[in-house]
């Protein structure tokens, strides 16, 4: 074998053993994430999740229309103002104590659904919100909207807001 | 180059959660992957870099970090064509600019960045292939 790919080979498989040895010694599982699952309609009619789950454009509508849950943006205030779905609460994870959190979710019970969003995309703080609120926070319902905003708005469903002036 | 690689990898060794995220946003792979490749591709990053400074596998390590950057130039240059805006995970990888048009401009540094490392590395390689015939 030519002495450079063994080099190479070498250097891949000694980097393997120790990361993958490592996180196995550390015991550190919250390394390894699984995929989210999109929700079903069963387990929208069945008000107990074993964790948060994906959400798809349709369903938040069809949920939105029948009034099945409560609308969470999870963006920053000042997007918000800017622009946000029709009803829904802000609170914004990274600035937000728990006593406030629990503050503006007054009068929500723990079982009802929470749909979670930012802005679609890679934005990941509806997620970070998510798991918060079912891990420490105790509520069971939780489903995170991965297009957002930006779709909900481009599909022209109802938002509400003070659009910036861009001129 | 070698302190770069030590420095990048330092971040992603300690949370290779974050790091994972940040290959699910390239939605280049399956999370399956992106779990193994966020414990491994650090650690490769680390030994380039001992490599490099040490001189340790010294011409394994430049061929591997070339073929790295290839692949890092590859996969930002992808995700910007097709309209994302991540946050390239290629240093601290909690950066989370709010901004979509930051990351974007941020992504474009990244890709140019990556060119001048990788021109470098080009430079080491050169050398080597002149010493050898030489």
Redesign the interface.
Known sequence: MNYKLKDILIIISISTLIGIGRSVILGDISIIKYPIKTITSEELLDNTLDGPRNIKLDQCKDMFDNKQGFFIDARDSLVFIEGHILGAINIHFESTSDDRIIEKLDGISNDDFLIIYCSGGDCDVSKELGNHLFEYLSYTNILLYEGGFPEWQEKGYPVDGYPADNE | MGAVFIYASYSKILD??SF??NIH?YGVTS?YI???I???????E???GI?LISGF?Y???V??SIYMMILFIFLITQAYLRG????CGCFFSDI?F?D?ATKRFDMLKRILEDIVFMNLLFTLKYNINKEKST
């Open positions: 290779p959660a994972s995220e946003y999370i992106e779990n193994l966020s414990l491994i591709l650090p650690w490769i680390l030994f380039i490599g596998k011409e394994a390590s061929d591997l994302k805006s991540i946050d989370n709010e979509a």
